[in-house]
């Protein structure tokens, strides 16, 4: 039975019974709060060995640099704390530097959340508070005053809030269709003045250089005229001399006979895609792989780039195959429909994004060491850009917040229920207050647990290398 407007807003108003606005500011770790330390090192226990140092490394660059791989630290305080019930799919990591410019099937640069290894189903606000966090907390990083860092974090609350109320308007296929092209980015870098849309312009212009022939020339060499992945070890490291170090391998083959498992993973792959980009897919051949180190929280999970060449050398296409756990957010929801981690990603992206890359997909395969895992697949590189935050003015910060703010309540209006969302939020800026507050109170406690782990790291607690 459908349900009319009028009901599906009481829905959100009475929500507020439950959890009011206001009880979202602040936060108090609770006594039964787990050690934030032993949360990361349960993570690594999965992980590829040698790589953990260096997501430890990463990790104790700075408190901002902690929180981006500390999504599991902050999956438990949220889980732990009461919540709307309002649920939407979660990107479930939702920082700042999650969010970027990418190009749409249409060639289109767009606007939208990136990052999508922790997505799963759960109550709205959880991102909302991951978003808010990592502003106050990149706001601190770069010397903000309090007062700049609560305008940036209340310029991101009040653009989901004013969003969702905008999208709680629209028919349904309104909202589907709708998505956030970097010209209108541009737009609101025009009102900051000159300096703000020069660099803006400079960024837009850098994502759409980011593509397979950049990734081409950084990431390959020739090997007897032949292209090859270039090592860069321990973060690139060419299949042929990961299976060099397992065991003998035929001189002379191809890549292919050498390891039955990239033929599996490009087969099995390609099922998961539109009968239209298999055979897109298909006129592309395997040439060259590697185990490659990616971001801060994923860091020894298991990643590959794959190249393969189409026409002629000059014809690349560079995949991305990523090993997917289950989400961080996993144990304190409801389990999904999906038994696949892969897939579990790649349909969470394509119901959060307004535009995904064609060549998105999972499969399920059987490493070097003769494990299965799940992985998703991507292109590595097809367009791809993002604010430099190390460099930041705060009002830089406020465009970006705004930009973020807006994308992520166009997300969760794609799968929750706008109409609902938009009634608890309301007109008046009781939750982007309470946020504010929240924010600064978590970057506190952020604060607290990068303190933790640099004492574990100074003791020996867990291993540490720079990469």
């Known amino acids: 039975m459908t349900t009319s407007l009028d009901e599906r807003a009481a829905r ?17 770790p609770g006594s039964a709060r787990p050690d934030p330390v032993e949360v990361l090192r349960a993570q690594c226990t999965t992980r590829v060995p040698e790589l953990v140092p260096i997501r430890y490394g990463r990790m104790l660059l700075s408190p901002f640099h902690f929180y981006r791989g500390a999504a599991a630290v902050m999956a438990a305080d949220l889980g732990a704390a009461p919540h709307t019930g309002l649920t939407a799919q979660l990107c479930g990591d939702a920082h700042l530097l999650n969010f970027g410019l ?63 109320q905008h999208l709680a ?31 803006a312009d400079e960024v837009f212009a850098k ?61 099995t792959y390609g099922q998961s895609l539109p009968s239209d980009r298999r055979e897109l897919l298909g006129r592309f051949h395997v040439v060259d792989m590697a185990r490659k180190v990616v971001g801060v929280g994923s860091v020894g999970t298991r990643c590959w780039i794959i190249l393969l060449l189409g026409r002629d050398d000059d014809d690349p296409l560079l995949l991305q195959a990523k090993e997917a756990g289950e989400s961080v957010l996993a144990p304190y929801t409801r389990p999904t429909a999906y038994d696949n981690q892969g897939q579990r990603v790649v349909a969470g992206q394509r119901l959060v994004q307004a535009a995904s890359d064609i060549f998105l997909g999972w499969d399920r395969a059987t490493g070097i060491d003769g494990r299965s895992r799940d992985f998703y697949v991507r292109q590595l590189y097809d367009w791809k850009g993002g604010a430099p935050t190390e460099n930041i003015r705060p009002q830089g ?14 997300a969760h209006a794609r799968s929750g229920d706008p109409v609902a969302i938009a009634a608890y939020l309301g007109t008046v800026d009781t939750f982007d207050r309470a946020l504010v507050d929240f924010a600064e109170a978590y970057a506190d406690q952020n604060q607290r647990d990068y303190a933790a782990l640099v004492e574990a790291a100074r003791t020996g607690r867990v291993p540490t290398a720079e990469g």
């Open 12 to 28: 959100g108003k009475l929500a507020r019974a439950n959890l009011r606005r206001s009880q979202h500011a602040g936060f108090e």
């Open 102 to 164: 990418f190009a749409s099937p249409e060639r289109t640069l767009v606007f939208d959340a990136n990052d999508f290894d922790e997505t799963h189903p759960g109550p709205f606000e959880w991102d909302v508070k991951r978003l808010a966090a990592s502003l106050a907390i990149a706001g601190r990083e770069r010397g903000f005053s309090g007062r700049d860092r609560a305008a940036v974090v209340r310029e991101a609350v009040s653009a989901y809030r004013l969003r969702m």
């Open 169 to 199: 308007g629209l028919r349904v296929l309104d909202i589907w269709y709708a998505q956030d092209e970097a010209a209108g980015l541009r737009e609101l870098a025009a009102h900051g003045g000159a300096r703000l849309l020069r660099r």
């Open 207 to 267: 994502a759409r250089g980011k593509d397979h022939l950049q990734a081409l020339a950084k990431l390959t060499h020739r090997v007897d005229g032949k292209l090859r992945i270039a090592p860069n070890p321990p973060l690139v490291v060419p299949l042929s001399d990961l299976l060099a170090e397992s065991g003998p391998t035929e001189d002379g083959t191809d890549l292919t006979d050498q390891a039955p498992v990239v033929r599996a993973l490009l087969d």
């Open 397 to 410: 910060l406020h465009l970006l917040a705004r930009a973020c703010g807006s994308s992520l309540a166009r």
